[in-house]
Each structure stands twice: as C-alpha cells, then as structure tokens.
C-alpha cells in the first residue's frame, strides 16, 4: 500500500518528447486511468513508475521514497501487459509464483498465496495448465493473478483489456473493478478507451501530446471539461463542436451558428459569457444534449428543424446526423422520434450543458 | 437454373481431385527418384562393408549384391586390427567439448546482443555473422600459425580450439534471430518478478528458446563431427587423429585400399549423427525456421 507521486517528470526518447513535464499525485488506494490517443506518453509514464523506463528529468516517488535509481524488482509493483507476457513453457502455478520464488518465500506460503488469487479471480481449475491451452479472457485472468500474489504497493495495468473482444472486454472490466474492491491497492491503468476509463476510475488523467490536460472524477471531466480536447475525448458518440458568433441581445447573449440559426444563451449562463460577447467561438454540445423536443420548461427558441443525412438506430435510441453551417452534427434521440434519411426532423438544443470554448487557446471559457 | 448451380460444385470437385492426385504423383515421382539418388551411396557401403575381402576384390562378381553370404570381418578388423577406436574416442571428445563451448559462448552472445541493448551492439552482430562467410580452406592457413604458437599442433584440443570459429558465429545468428522472437515484455515481466539477467537467461530465454537451442546444437555437432580441413591440417600422428581424416588415412595406404573396412568404418562414423538427427530432426526444422522467419 503507497501513494505514488510523480514531480515534473520528463522523457525524451533521441529528440522526441514523449513526456513533458507532468506532476501528479495518486493517493493510497486509488484507482487512477491515464486515458489519451496513442502517442500521448501514457505508456511511456507507466513504463517509468515500473522503472522500464527511466525518466529524463524529474522525480518518482512510491511511498514517498524516491525511487528513479530503483531497479523495476525493488519498486514493489506488479505490472499486467496489454499480451498478457506469461511465461509459455510455465503452468499457470508456475507462473503466478515466478515472482514469489524469486523472492525466496516459503513453499507453502506461495502455495497458500497463489490459491487464494486464484480463488479470487475463479481460476483455481486452470492451475495445471500452460498459457496456450488457455482462452484471451482466462490468460488476462492469470496476468492478474500473477500481480496480485505478490501484494505488492501499486498495480499497473498497461491497456490490459486492449487483445479481448468486445464483449469479454466488458466482462473484463467489471472483473478488474471487483478484484480493486477487494484488494484495496493503489492502482494505475493506462488505456486509450475512454469508456474503460470512466467506468474504472476514482480519477481520470487524460493525457495529450506528453502533457496532462485534466485530471478528475470522470463525472467532472464529463460534465466541466478544462479543455476542447478533454471535451471531445470524454464522452462517446464524441461532443459536437459548432462554430459560432456571440451576440448581445439587449439583456441576454445569442449564439448565432448559422444566418438562420440562433440559440439564446440560458440566463444562469450570461455572467460566465458576458466579457465574450461579439467574438467567434465554438459551441461544444453532447449529442445526448440535442434531442427531440422534450422535457418541461424548455426554451422554445433553442427548438429547429433540421433535414437528417444519416440515422443509425442502436436500440434504446437513435443517433441522428445533419449538418448546420457545414459541420456534420450528432443528435441523440427518442428511437419513435427520429425521422428518416432526407426528411426534416424537430429537434431540440439543451443549451444548459453547453460549453464554450475559445478557439484560439482551444480551452474551455 | 438450380441445377446448374447443384451441379457446379460437384465438377469443380472433381477437378480438383483430379489436379491434387497429379501433383502427389509428380511429388511422389521426384522424391522417390531423389531417395533412390542419395541412398544409393549409403547402401553401396553397407553391402561392401559386409563382403569379404576376397569378394571385393573379385572384378568377376556384382557390386551391388553379396554373393558369398554375410561377414562382419570387416567390423571386427575394424574395431580390432585399427586405430578406428582411438579416432572415435578422440571425434567424441572433441566434439562434445566444442557443442559445450559453441553454446555456452553463443548463447550468452546472442543473449546479450538481442537484448541488453549497448553500444555497438547492432554492428557486433553482423560482424559475427560475416566471420561465418568466410570459408574454412581460407582461414586453416592464419589458424595454422596461431596453434603453431600455441603449441598445439599434433594434438586434438587444437580442434577444440579451432572448430568454433566455424560454429560460434553461425550458432549465434541462429540464436539472435531466435531470441528477438520472444516478446520484450516477458523479458519485462521477468524484470518485475525480480529476476536478474541471468535468471532471464537461464529461467526464461532458455526454455522458451529451447528448439533453437536444439538446432544450434545439432548444427554445431555435425560440424565438428565431419570436420575434415582443420583436422588434415593440423593432427599427423594416429594417436591424435580424428575419424573424418583417420578412417581415409590409415585404411588407404599407398595405392592399397582396404575397401571393406572403410565402408565399415564410415557407416560407424555417419552412425551419431544420423541418431542425432532421428531424434531431433524436428527441433531443428522448427528451430532453423523460427529463427529465419522472425529474426
């Protein structure tokens, strides 16, 4: 058990910044996904809490020790790799007490130990068996085992659940949340799916091009994105994102999107946009906030009419496409309400959970 | 137009019978014409090893058959008469201290060279591989000098000392090419389990790359087993000789060939590594292909 902690930790591979100056704190216990498009350094982080890499510049601490000259065995940790990496030639026993052999602990302790991770994680039947007579699921299953025997101080988990499929995966994801709650350890997940990481974290870090651009509860990052990147990362189908004028309209403010299409800005929001006034930015609206006129006390100017490209019904709704000034928009809608392909629709704009952003510093105003 | 349809797969079928049994009689055509190729030599030996004296020399009688009934005369000369157990004694010694030394050094080289990444590291391995293109008949001249200063000329262990320059290299291509097939992140998860390099090695790499290991071996075995330049080179007394220079040596003397007894010792000699092969032919074909394919 430990908190982790990075302090302005930089690395640069040859001339390539992988990561740039990034601090973060993770507390005892908590459950912390690095989420970001490939490239953006997150491996690249995890990899240096491991010590499989080592940092260019800057400190990492585990339990408030300084751990940079630390080789990966003296760190405490317990990775599980995106292809599993079990040892082929090693029976599933084997495997998971690799680690605790090394470590010299006492036979029964590690016959002991390696039955109740295997009890835990339901695969107490597959202790005899070599990885490859073993399904995806049950090998990421053992690549967990094989962490928590160790009881180490922090779990990393790099893009474990990347080799599943779809529905494994989700399977999956449920399973590695029991296992957190109960082995209370630090935990550090890096992924690139944003569903994963919202679903997994007491905190999110979404990362971008080697920095941190937001870390929160994944309610936050939803719901008061910092930036038009987190904005649009967070949240699946993704925002939409408009382009729009400000106007003032005697007491209150307008959103003018196109010559034929403006939303009067709710009132709890005119302070927050009032010093903007009368300069181009861009709407940020989820798909779920443009839906079929619904709800009471709605605004009736935010409602329009708008002629549908595409509709892809997913069951319990639909998502419904057109386009407004050129940019393709998104709507989420009631799946009796949609309209079909080419026909106009009614539909209607929840400007309350709007956000603007400033197109010049991309950052959410 | 059903029945068209119907009736298509059906011809299509036969066609492709037709076509598969074509090919297994070419294949079966030319592999029986290549095994009839390459075992003549082998049984030639066989049945002259088994006739007598006087019937090898009898211009009047078929070569190809024994006409005066089976003797192992040639054997018990052979084993009794000649040097033949010396040079087997001495090719065995050889050969399992080279196979020991060729894997312990190229093993640890091809190790090191795949994965401890260091300066230079890329460029030491292709000038491994480039010291196996040169041939043996160019380097036993510069090698004759070197166990010359040595003092080991006229004694076997120069072979041991010699026959890896032949098998190190090639052994340590197979093995890089083998080792770069292992995932890095076992290497990685052996990392955090707490295992040193050398752990990696021998708990890890070794056995994940065990039909490498096979062929390497193998490889190194035939090589130093039929030798034959090195040991013609640099051994002159039977005492030292080995069996690919010593069976040619010592049953030819002069213009006299003493044909049965060397039939008889050269299928004692092709014996080991025909064994060898039986058992681990198919390690080595994995191995070779492995190594070839992802490396």
């Known amino acids: 058990m430990a908190d982790v902690a990075l302090r302005n930790v930089v690395k640069r591979f040859d001339d390539v910044d992988a990561v740039r100056n990034i601090s973060l704190t993770i507390p005892d216990n908590e459950f912390v996904v690095l989420v970001g498009p490939s490239g953006c350094g997150k491996s690249t982080t995890l990899r240096m809490i491991a010590g499989l890499e080592e940092a260019t510049a800057g400190d990492i601490l585990i339990g408030g020790e300084v751990v940079n000259d630390v080789p990966p065995k003296d760190r405490d940790i317990a990775m599980v790799f995106q292809n599993y990496a079990l040892y082929p030639h090693m029976t599933v026993f084997e495997n998971m007490s690799f680690g605790l052999k090394l470590r010299r602990v006492a036979k029964a302790e590690i016959r002991a130990r390696v039955e109740q991770a295997a009890k835990i994680l339901d695969i107490t039947d597959l202790l005899g068996r070599r990885p490859r007579q073993l399904s995806g699921g049950q090998r990421q299953r053992v690549a967990m085992g094989r962490a928590i025997v160790r009881n180490p101080k922090v779990f990393l988990f790099d893009e474990p659940l990347s080799n599943l499929d779809a529905k494994l995966r989700v399977q999956m994801r449920t399973e590695i949340k029991r296992v957190h709650q109960k082995v209370k350890t630090t935990t550090i997940y890096v992924t690139h799916d944003q569903v994963e990481a919202m679903t997994l974290a007491d905190r999110v870090v979404v990362m971008n091009g080697g920095r941190i651009e937001q870390i929160g509860r994944p309610q936050d990052l939803y719901h008061r994105p910092k930036s038009r990147f987190v904005a649009g990362f967070i949240g699946s189908p993704a925002m939409n994102f408009l382009p729009a004028r400000l106007q003032s309209n005697g007491d209150g403010l307008l959103l003018r999107l196109a010559p034929e299409l403006a939303f009067p800005v709710p009132p709890t929001h005119t302070a927050r946009y009032q010093s903007s006034a009368g300069k181009d930015l861009i709407l940020g609206l989820r798909p779920e906030h443009i839906t079929e006129p619904r709800g009471e006390g709605r605004e009736p100017r935010c409602e329009f009419a708008m002629t549908l490209d595409v509709i892809e019904p997913m069951g319990m709704e639909t998502m419904v496409f057109f386009t407004v000034n050129g940019t393709e928009v998104c709507a989420r809608v009631e799946p009796s309400a949609a309209s079909a392909p080419g026909q106009p629709m009614r539909l209607y704009a929840n400007l309350n959970h709007m956000h603007l952003i400033d197109p010049a510093t991309e950052l959410v105003l | ?295």
């Open chain 2, 1 to 295: 137009m059903t029945a068209v349809v119907a009736e298509y797969p059906g011809r299509s079928g036969a066609s492709l019978k037709r076509s598969r049994r074509w090919a297994l009689i070419t294949s079966y055509f030319f592999l029986i014409l290549f095994a009839i190729f390459f075992l003549t030599p082998p049984y030639y030996m066989i049945v002259t090893s088994l006739k007598s004296d006087a019937e090898v020399a009898h211009l009047a009688t078929n070569p190809w058959i024994i006409a005066n009934g089976i003797t192992f005369e040639q054997y018990r000369l052979l084993f009794q008469e000649s040097d033949f157990l010396i040079y087997f004694k001495n090719t065995v010694v050889v050969t399992l201290c080279v196979v020991a030394i060729t894997m312990v050094v190229s093993v640890l080289a091809a190790f090191s060279l795949s994965r401890m990444r260091f300066w230079g590291s890329g460029i030491l391995a292709t000038g491994i591989f480039l010291t196996y293109l040169i041939p043996d008949t160019l380097l036993f001249i510069p090698l004759f000098q070197i166990v010359r200063g040595l003092g080991l000329l006229n004694s076997y262990w120069s072979m041991v000392l010699v026959y890896p320059t032949l098998t190190v290299p090639f052994c340590t291509w197979i093995m890089i090419g083998y080792f770069q097939s292992i995932p890095k992140e076992l290497d990685e998860a052996a990392l955090i389990d707490g295992a040193g390099h050398m752990q990696m090695l021998l708990k890890i790499f070794i056995p994940v790359a065990l039909p490498g290991i096979i062929a390497a071996t193998i490889f190194a075995f035939t090589v130093s087993w039929a030798a034959f330049v090195y040991p013609i080179a640099f051994l002159f007394s039977a005492d030292q000789q080995v069996l690919t220079v010593g069976t040619v040596t010592s049953l030819i003397k002069a213009d006299v060939y003493k044909w049965g007894m060397l039939m008889a010792g050269a299928l004692v000699a092709a014996a080991p590594p025909l064994v060898v092969y039986a058992f681990l032919m198919d390690y080595y074909i994995a191995g070779l292909t492995a190594g070839a394919t992802k490396g």
